[in-house]
């Protein structure tokens, strides 16, 4: 028994050096790696504290302003909707913050969003950003305001009035999408891709005759680069997921764009054939009519034209098929619809006007994928002089984000807000409703909003009639901030 003891006093010696050895590690964690967290805590509070203290001026609405540069834009981009909701719980349907770059005053009040968007005299222009405007042009419809906005909607309106819908849109809308939807059947597609292309070569086509070709296939990449890019401008944050894919030249891709409507112009001036188009009207505006535009004007009018209708014509057509899908009852509804429609046609046979306005429950379908899909958030203004609204003040230079989301969810507007039920569009008269924004309000209410409606009426018309289709499955859509499927919406696609 005598060698134990020994052996028992060294095991307690070595726990001994082994807590010692811990308490060091211990302690020399705290020193090299608490304590710098601790005082990098304390001066991110001071930050924010710092930030919000700059921001509490009298007057100004409730809520909170995030990190200085940065705001609260990764909350914004990563909670979405429930962020804004989350806020109104806590500070009111009017609350300041800073998203995107920019001090923001947030509506979410529908009366007070139909008075902000009703009342672009009383200091509340367009507030998009700067970045986004200048590769869009200093003549772009959503950047001019006064005089110039006038006389660029004005010559918008011209082109798109229902008169030239009948007469010369819906035949080349038409004809195209006949022919684009073509030997789909037997195949698997994805319906996002397929919908983006259609949405941008059918305005081609409207715009200036192009037809598919290796011009188009030019200007395709060029307007996608453009397109794609400015999108993602507003949320080049870093941290986003659009910082990383974020690498278009922009200036370039208009430099060239604008090179090829120069060319176009050109060579249209001195032909002397009629192509009754878009362009041809604009250039005949050159003479005796009210409107007159010059060249670098016709080229932003015409990349608004492209642009605005894009990402919306092509994502509610995509959300379309997506809800007809989940919905049989609603898809045999449209078929019933349009196999109407077709009685007494042959395959080879156009739809004209009256055809498109009887689709009542199209339109009513393309309505609600708008309301249940929210392709458009809200709006952006900005304050030109200090503004009043509700008893607060809202600064000079500061945005306003007319956010109008929440109110197609509105229980008091649309009963069972959360069901997909285009019949509610055809029951009452929702369009005409004072809170009815899905094409905005006021001076700036979308001017394209027959032509998009005309172009998702007349590619559904040929889906339905054409085909039957089913998801492949797994493919995930996003919805905020843009409606999205990343991996694209594959759909399996048979002759009907
Ligand atoms: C489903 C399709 C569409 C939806 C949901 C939609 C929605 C909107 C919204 C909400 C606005 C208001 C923007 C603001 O107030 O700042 C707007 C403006 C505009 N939209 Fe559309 N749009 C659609 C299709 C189109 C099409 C096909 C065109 C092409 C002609 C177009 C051209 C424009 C233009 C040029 C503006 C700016 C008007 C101005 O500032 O005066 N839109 N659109």
């Not at 003891?5 to 705290?30: D, H, N, S, T, Y």
């Not at 379908?365 to 952006?380: D, H, K, S």
Request: overall charge positive; hydrophobic content about 40%; some cysteine.
């Amino acid at each position: 028994m005598a060698y134990i003891k020994p052996c028992r006093l060294q095991g307690w010696e070595m726990q001994g050096q082994c807590l010692l050895v811990i308490f060091c590690l211990f302690a020399k964690m705290v020193v090299l790696l608490i304590l710098p967290l601790i005082c990098f805590l304390l001066s991110c509070g001071a930050l924010l504290r710092w930030n919000e203290v700059r921001y509490r001026k009298k007057g100004l609405p409730p809520g909170t302003m995030g990190w200085p540069l940065f705001g609260e834009t990764t909350e914004f981009l990563k909670q979405g909707p429930s962020f804004m909701k989350n806020q109104r719980v806590r500070y009111g349907s009017l609350f300041k913050s800073h998203i995107l770059g920019c001090p923001t005053m947030v509506c979410m009040d529908a009366e007070l969003n139909r008075f902000i968007l009703m009342n672009e005299g009383k200091g509340f222009l367009p507030g998009y950003p700067q970045s986004m405007l200048d590769i869009l042009g200093r003549s772009n419809i959503a950047s001019v305001h006064g005089e110039l906005h006038k006389t660029m909607r004005g010559a918008m309106l011209g082109l798109v009035s229902p008169l030239m819908i009948r007469d010369q849109l819906l035949p080349k809308i038409d004809e195209f999408m006949r022919s684009y939807i073509d030997n789909w059947g037997g195949r698997v597609i994805d319906i996002q891709e397929k919908t983006k292309e259609m949405a941008l070569l059918s305005a081609l086509k409207q715009i200036a005759s192009i037809e598919t070709g290796p011009v188009t296939e030019t200007l395709k990449s060029e307007i996608f680069k453009l397109v794609l890019g400015t999108l993602s401008l507003p949320i080049n944050i870093p941290g986003t997921n659009y910082h990383q894919g974020f690498k278009f030249p922009l200036p370039q891709a208009r430099k060239k764009l604008v090179g090829m409507l120069r060319c176009l112009i050109e060579e249209r001036r001195a032909s002397e054939c009629s192509h009754s188009d878009m362009l041809d009207s604009l250039l005949r505006m050159d003479g005796s009519s009210k409107v007159k535009l010059d060249d670098e004007q016709i080229i932003d009018l015409i990349i608004a034209l492209v642009y605005s209708g894009y990402e919306t014509v092509s994502t509610t057509s995509m959300m379309a098929v997506k809800y007809l899908h989940d919905h049989p009852r609603v898809l045999e509804g449209l078929r019933k619809e349009h196999f109407e429609i077709r009685k007494g046609k042959l395959r080879e046979d156009a739809i004209d006007w009256n055809d498109y306005k009887s689709m009542k429950l199209t339109r009513a379908v393309i309505l609600e994928t708008l309301r249940m899909a929210t392709v458009v958030n809200g709006v952006l203004r900005k304050t030109t002089q200090d503004a009043k609204l509700k008893g607060f003040t809202i600064p000079k230079g500061w945005r306003i984000y007319v956010y109008t989301r929440e109110i197609n969810y509105d229980p008091d507007v649309y009963q069972e807000p959360l069901t997909f039920n285009p019949w509610r569009w055809l029951d009452r008269n929702l369009e005409s409703h004072q809170h009815f924004m899905l094409f905005g309000g006021g001076g700036r209410m979308c001017p394209g909003k027959e032509l998009g409606t005309a172009e998702i009426t007349t590619f559904l018309h040929y889906f339905v009639t054409r085909y039957r289709w089913e998801e492949v499955g797994g493919d995930e859509i996003v919805r905020f901030p843009r409606v999205q499927a990343p991996n694209g919406l594959h759909i399996r696609v048979w002759d009907d």
